[in-house]
């Protein structure tokens, strides 16, 4: 987008005029030095020194009327084009520009605003903005509520023309919708549960979520159980899979059979045939006297769940695929032909069409297998759901330990929110009996310092980059001061709400 000299400059090899300019080509427009009228005259200069180019004084200013215009359509572009509001303000705090998303959050039009001051439109308190002129830093990633019932997560910077401050820049995400659902689900979540702690009994219960990619493949497996079809679930590891497996079983024909879950990473080769056919007496050294029957036979009537089915040995491979195909197994050291009747459901975190390219996994045992196959979304592919999964598992947590079903902190949910979340599910269950776990019984509010570090250290989070704790107590103690012990425009003032403010007091002993 960076004009250089060398972009406009006329090709030029000849004298060089008194009193003119000699700059590298590859000078910006935008850093040319003031000179002189007597000037009348650039010449560019390569690397080696020796004059390439010539642009006539006269026609500059139109050439930086172009370089003027090219940088506002880019400016108006990229106001447009930010689902973020974004505020422009001068060093006096005179608003400048604002795009279509400030517009509707606080409903006020651009063509109104421009060069009014900040003031009229916000209390100081209110906007980061606002310390960020007066301080000359940078806030990144900071919780802010700049008026009643609306929540953002705002970046806001300085603007430097060289070492002078000539304004600030301010970009708000809007996170009223994921605190408002943060709160409604921290009040209705306990009328899910009965008084002995036990959901409605649903096949699925276990699956939490109402975002349209998890509700697809529920519907999907609902469909499925309908079937005796052998179906393939794949996903990341900690995305649930085996969750759904049990509800495609308990929406059967053979819900009132065994489910029997084998997970095939676990177990050892040498003992996966008899784990999975069982086997007779005297059937090998070591053997069970009365010999031992197998998963499948366990399962007879029901299903049988085979987790991690890329991990079974190729030689059991073979002989799974023969006993999908004549339906009968033997067990270890037997000729007596078994009927198979169970359902076979399988699951898998590898790309098992990857793997038989490779030689690793059979095609035609792949085939039978995946009859039909559901999908499985990670979690950060469902986001939507996460407020309701946590409060879930907050409260399941909580009954465990017998401690106060916690509330997230609007600003540690936007940090959760913004996890890759590699783990999925699991791991966000991880961490949320850690926090219940640590969270103390006085304290009944998760904020960001409940979290682990190294989790802290990924979010790059504001308070924990660039304060430590100390400042942060001697941060709160000064607005309190200044206020006279208003607590409610101390919190103002600290850019936080008045209940984060009250939990702070608590944690500080203030």
């Given amino acids: 987008m960076q004009t250089s000299l060398k972009d406009v400059a006329v090709p030029y090899k000849g004298k060089v005029e008194e009193a003119s300019f000699q700059l590298p080509e590859s000078t910006l427009l935008k850093d040319i030095p003031s000179f002189s009228d007597q000037a009348k005259t650039i010449y560019t200069v390569n690397e080696a020194n020796e004059v390439v180019g010539m642009i006539c004084q006269n026609i500059l200013p139109s050439i930086l009327l172009n370089e003027l215009k090219r940088y506002h359509s880019f400016h108006e572009t990229l106001l447009t084009a930010m689902n ?45 903005l606002w310390s960020v002129l007066r301080d000359k830093q940078p806030v990144m990633n900071q919780y802010n509520q700049p008026k009643v019932g609306l929540h953002v997560i705002v970046n806001t910077v300085p603007v430097f023309l060289g070492v002078q401050c000539i304004g600030g820049i301010s970009i708000e995400r809007d996170i009223t919708d994921v605190v408002k659902l943060n709160e409604k689900l921290s009040t209705t979540t306990a009328s899910l549960v009965d008084l002995n702690g036990k959901v409605a009994d649903e096949p699925f219960q276990k699956i939490i979520g109402s975002s349209k990619p998890i509700t697809q493949a529920v519907d999907m497996a609902r469909k499925v ?107 270890v050291g037997d000729h007596k032909p078994i009927p198979l009747d169970v359902r076979i459901i399988a699951a898998t975190n590898r790309n098992l069409e990857e793997m038989i390219r490779e030689g690793r996994f059979r095609e035609d045992l792949y085939y039978r297998l995946h009859v039909i196959q559901i999908h499985v979304p990670p979690l950060r592919e469902r986001l939507d759901d996460l407020p309701e999964l946590i409060q879930r598992f907050a409260h399941e947590f909580a009954v465990r330990y017998e401690k ?107």
């Avoid at 006096?92 to 509707?104: T, V």
């Fill in 225 to 331: 159980a309908k079937t005796e079809a052998n179906l393939l679930i794949t996903g990341e590891s900690g995305v649930g899979k085996e969750l759904f497996a049990e509800g495609v079983h308990h929406s059967s024909k053979r819900d009132q059979e065994p489910f029997v879950a084998i997970n095939c990473g676990a177990i050892p080769s040498a003992l996966f045939e008899s784990e999975l056919f069982g086997y007779v007496p005297g059937a090998f050294t070591g053997a069970v006297k009365g010999g031992k029957k197998g998963k499948l036979d366990v399962a007879k009537g029901g299903t049988l769940f085979l987790d991690e089915v890329a991990e079974m040995p190729l030689e059991l491979q073979v002989k799974l695929l023969r006993v999908l195909q004549e339906r009968v197994f033997y067990r």
């Fill in 84 to 128: 973020d509001a974004v505020t422009i303000v001068n060093d006096e705090s005179e608003i400048l520009a604002i795009n279509h998303r400030s517009e509707e959050l606080y409903q006020i039009k651009n063509e109104n605003v421009k060069k009014k001051p900040l003031q009229q439109y916000f209390e100081e308190d209110a906007l980061v």
């Fill in 404 to 510: 106060v079903v916690p509330t997230f902190d609007p600003e540690v949910m936007y940090m959760l929110m913004n996890h890759r979340w590699e783990g999925n599910v699991r791991q966000l269950r991880n961490l949320v009996e850690r926090v219940v776990i640590l969270t103390n019984d006085s304290e009944d509010r998760v904020h960001w310092y409940h979290l682990p570090e190294s989790f802290q250290q990924r979010i790059n989070h504001v308070s924990s980059a660039t304060h430590s704790r100390n400042d942060e107590r001697s941060e709160i103690l000064a607005a309190l001061e200044k206020t006279f012990g208003n607590k409610s425009a101390a919190a103002k003032m600290l850019g936080v709400s008045r209940a984060t403010l009250y939990n702070k007091l608590k944690h500080y002993n203030l």
